[in-house]
T-cell receptor, first 114, second 112 residues
Framework: DARVTQTPRHKVTEMGQEVTMRCQPILGHNTVFWYRQTMMQGLELLAYFRNRAPLDDSGMPKDRFSAEMPDATLATLKIQPSEPRDSAVYFC????????????FGPGTRLLVL | QQPVQSPQAVILREGEDAVINCSSSKALYSVHWYRQKHGEAPVFLMILLKGGEQKGHEKISASFNEKKQQSSLYLTASQLSYSGTYFCGTEHSSGSARQLTFGSGTQLTVLP
């Protein structure tokens, strides 16, 4: 049963600390998406990659957020330094080719920045 | 710009039908529909591409009116398992990259 996995599932940290979230896409999927969900803003697309290359990151705050795909089996989202307003659930999703295809979501990383 | 979903919430009895609407002020390339249960990740339902198509998925179907820049999700003979928050995501073309923005969701509750 192929699934997207995310680690950690929960993270509590203090303001100013670096946070790294990891995602393992479904084997064979070449497109990876990062989303953030909060009560206030809802679901937001932060960035997405195809074949490990960033296609769009216009939804991501550039000054503190960075997203990379070191290899085809790992995508990372980093926040440095973290702020309380970054508290949210961060979802990773993977798909076969583009935005116009089915996306399979991981379980999410619930981040709380104190 | 975020698409507008209506209604914000709906309560049904098992077996009843519901329609959820999603409209955008910008030209659409595609519309995505997802369902999310409390505490879980969103689950894909369907994607509709521009061209005015209609799609079906069991007793859940959707239409896409490109001219009106809107989509509707139809749930017929609702089941208890249909409860959750339904999101539409609208894709717009912006330069070389496409952008996907989501509505604020429609909370659907199906009662026995």
């Amino acid at each position: 049963d192929a699934r997207v996995t995310q680690t950690p599932r929960h993270k509590v940290t203090e303001m100013g600390q670096e946070v790294t979230m990891r995602c393992q896409p479904i084997l064979g999927h070449n497109t990876v998406f990062w989303y953030r969900q909060t009560m206030m803003q809802g679901l937001e697309l932060l960035a997405y990659f195809r074949n490990r290359a960033p296609l769009d990151d216009s939804g991501m705050p550039k000054d503190r957020f960075s997203a990379e795909m070191p290899d085809a089996t790992l995508a990372t989202l980093k926040i440095q330094p973290s702020e309380p307003r970054d508290s949210a659930v961060y979802f990773c999703a993977s798909g076969l080719s583009s935005l116009a295809e089915t996306q399979y979501f991981g379980p999410g990383t619930r981040l709380l920045v104190l | 710009q975020q698409p507008v979903q209506s209604p914000q919430a709906v309560i049904l009895r098992e077996g009843e039908d519901a329609v959820i609407n999603c409209s955008s002020s910008k030209a659409l390339y595609s519309v995505h529909w997802y369902r999310q249960k409390h505490g879980e990740a969103p689950v894909f339902l369907m994607i509709l591409l521009k061209g005015g198509e209609q799609k079906g998925h069991e007793k859940i179907s959707a239409s896409f009116n490109e001219k009106k820049q809107q989509s509707s999700l139809y749930l017929t003979a609702s089941q208890l398992s249909y409860s959750g928050t339904y999101f539409c995501g609208t894709e717009h073309s912006s330069g070389s990259a496409r952008q996907l923005t989501f509505g604020s969701g429609t909370q659907l509750t199906v009662l026995p």
